[in-house]
C-alpha cells in the first residue's frame, strides 16, 4: 500500500493463498437388544467405518483505492476469493443386523468463488454532507461430478454364539470379506450449484440549520436499497449393475472396458475387476480395518458408460 499524486491517491493490495491436505478416521455404528433367558442385552449390529481425505486450496486478494475530491474523497474496493475442495471418501460398513457388507466410494470436487465490489462518495461541505454508495457481491459454489460408487456382499457374517460380550471392534471378524463375491451394487453422479447474487445502493444526508444562538440543529434522511436473488440446482443420477434387469448395463460395462475380460452374460461383476490399490494401515489406529479400496479412476469410467448408454436415471 501507498499514496501517490502528493496523497490525492491511496492504494492497497492483498493476494493470499493456501493449500492443505487433510484425513479424518471415522468410526459410527448402532446396537441390537436380545432376550435370553430373561435376560435383556444388548449388542453391537452395525458398524459404518469411513475415511475422509481433503485437498483443500484458496486464493484470494483485495484491492482498495482512495481519491481525494474537495471536501471529500472517493473509495472503490474489491474483494476476491476463491476456494476448492477437492476430496475422497472411503468406506467399509457392516450391517451384522442384516448380514450385509458394503464397500464405497465418493470423489467430490467442489468450487466456491465470492466476488464483492463497492464504490461510495462522501462529501462535507458545511451546510451540506453525504454519503452514497453502491455495492454488488456474487457468490457460486459447483460440484460439477460428484461420483458414488459401492459393491454390495449379501449374507456376508456369520452368526455369534457370544453376542452378550461383543465389542464393537470384535465385529469385523465375524464377517467374511469375500471380495470374489462383493459385486458392483449401485452407482451415482451428482451436480450441484448455487448462485447468490446482492445488489444495494444507500444515500445518506445531512442539512444543519440555525434559527438563533439557542435553536439550532440538522436535517437527516437516507435511504437503502437491496436486491438478493438465490438459486440452488441440483441433478442427481443413479444406475443399480445388481439387479437382473440390469443385464443390459453389465453388457456395456463388459463391452466398454474390454481390459478387464468380464462376461457380458455375468448375473454380478465384482470387486476383484474392480479393486484399487489404495491402503490405510494406520485407519482408526489399526483398532479397525478399512478393508479393500475400489478404483476411482474406473468408477468414473463405468459412470460414464452408463450415462453414453442412457442407463442412469434422475431423482
Known amino acids: 500500500g501507498n ?3 502528493v496523497d490525492k491517491l491511496g492504494l492497497i493490495v492483498n493476494v493470499n493463498t493456501d493449500s492443505f491436505y487433510r484425513r479424518a478416521d471415522l468410526l459410527s455404528g448402532s446396537y441390537g437388544e436380545k432376550i435370553e433367558n430373561d435376560e435383556v442385552f444388548i449388542f453391537p449390529d452395525y458398524l459404518n467405518l469411513k475415511e475422509n481425505s481433503l485437498t483443500r486450496s484458496r486464493l ?3 484491492f482498495i483505492a482512495d481519491y481525494q475530491i474537495p471536501e471529500g474523497k472517493v473509495v472503490f474496493n474489491t474483494i476476491l476469493n476463491k476456494l476448492t475442495n477437492d476430496g475422497f471418501s472411503r468406506g467399509n460398513e457392516l450391517d451384522y443386523g442384516s448380514r450385509r457388507h458394503k464397500y464405497s466410494l465418493n ?7 465470492i466476488n464483492a465490489y463497492g464504490l461510495s462518495v462522501e462529501q462535507d461541505f458545511g451546510w451540506l454532507s453525504y454519503d452514497v454508495g ?9 460440484s460439477p461430478n460428484d461420483y458414488y460408487s459401492d459393491f454390495l ?14 465389542k464393537p471392534q470384535d465385529l469385523p471378524n465375524l464377517f467374511y470379506n469375500n471380495i470374489d463375491q462383493t459385486a458392483l451394487f449401485t452407482l451415482s453422479e451428482t451436480w450441484r450449484k448455487t448462485e447468490e447474487t446482492e445488489k444495494g445502493a444507500y444515500l ?3 442539512i444543519p440549520f440555525q434559527v438563533n444562538d439557542n435553536l439550532n440543529g440538522y436535517f437527516k434522511f437516507g435511504g437503502k436499497i437491496r436486491i438478493l436473488e438465490r438459486s440452488n440446482d441440483q441433478n442427481v443420477q443413479d444406475v443399480s449393475a445388481y439387479y437382473g434387469g440390469s443385464r443390459a448395463f453389465r453388457e456395456d460395462i463388459a463391452a466398454g472396458l474390454p481390459g478387464l475380460n468380464l462376461d457380458p452374460a455375468a448375473a454380478r ?16 489406529s489399526g483398532d479397525y480395518p478399512l478393508g ?10 463405468i459412470n460414464q458408460i452408463a450415462k453414453d448408454g442412457d442407463h442412469m436415471a434422475y431423482d
Open 3 to 5: 499514496r501517490f499524486f
Open 60 to 62: 484470494g486478494g483485495s
Open 107 to 113: 470423489e467430490t470436487y467442489n468450487e466456491t468463488q
Open 134 to 142: 453502491v455495492s454488488f457481491t456474487q457468490s457460486d459454489s459447483e
Open 153 to 166: 456382499e449379501e449374507s456376508a457374517a456369520v452368526s455369534s454364539n457370544k453376542e452378550d460380550t461383543l
Open 204 to 206: 445518506n444526508a445531512k
Open 269 to 284: 461383476f465384482y470387486l476383484t475387476s474392480f479393486q484399487g490399490d489404495y491402503e490405510s494401515p494406520n485407519f482408526l
Open 292 to 301: 479393500y479400496s475400489i478404483n476411482p479412476d474406473l468408477m468414473k469410467r
